[in-house]
């Protein structure tokens, strides 16, 4: 793996608490997430902070490996239990992926002696990793909903 990917990975896991308050602050005011106005804040950043410490090794793996099938999938059912609409889900998935990349190019590992390549190697990784998320949480939500289960 190159050097720039074990940085951004390092950093996602150690720093997940930082990421997923700003994350919160960020849900909680934003006009596409209305639900997480009142939610707990603890109980969000908690769910924030196990996605960011599952994203390496998600993001090791080819493709989703059974147990982050199942860790989205129980994603999705906390946050239908939680009472927040399948759109807010992806929304605040959305929102995830922006703030671990917003973090990381804060912490200035995008310095100008990286190569442009691992960067975009990296990002590219990491929507794709979302894009599993969102289409499992999606698949997840229409099962609950069917099944009105809450």
């Known amino acids: 793996m190159k050097t720039y990917a074990i940085k951004y990975l390092e950093l996602a896991e150690k720093h997940a608490e930082k990421i997923a308050a700003r994350w919160a602050k960020d849900v909680k005011n934003n006009t596409r997430t209305p639900t997480y106005k009142s939610l707990n804040e603890e109980a969000m950043i908690y769910q924030c902070v196990r996605f960011y410490q ?3 090794k998600m993001f090791l793996d080819e ?4 147990d982050v099938l199942r860790y989205f999938r ?21 929102l995830m992926r922006r703030h671990i990349w917003l973090y990381a190019e804060f912490q200035s590992i ?7 390549r691992q960067a975009l190697d990296t990002l590219g990784r990491t929507i794709l990793l979302f894009d599993y998320a969102a289409y499992e949480v999606t698949k997840e939500y229409q099962e ?3 099944k009105g289960k809450k």
């Open 74 to 94: 129980s994603y999705a059912q906390e946050s239908y239990a939680m009472g927040i609409p399948a759109k807010e889900t992806i929304y605040a998935l959305i």
């Open 63 to 66: 493709k989703p490996t059974d």
């Open 144 to 146: 609950l909903m069917k």
């Open 54 to 56: 599952n994203f390496a």
């Open 110 to 116: 995008f310095g100008s002696g990286i190569d442009q």
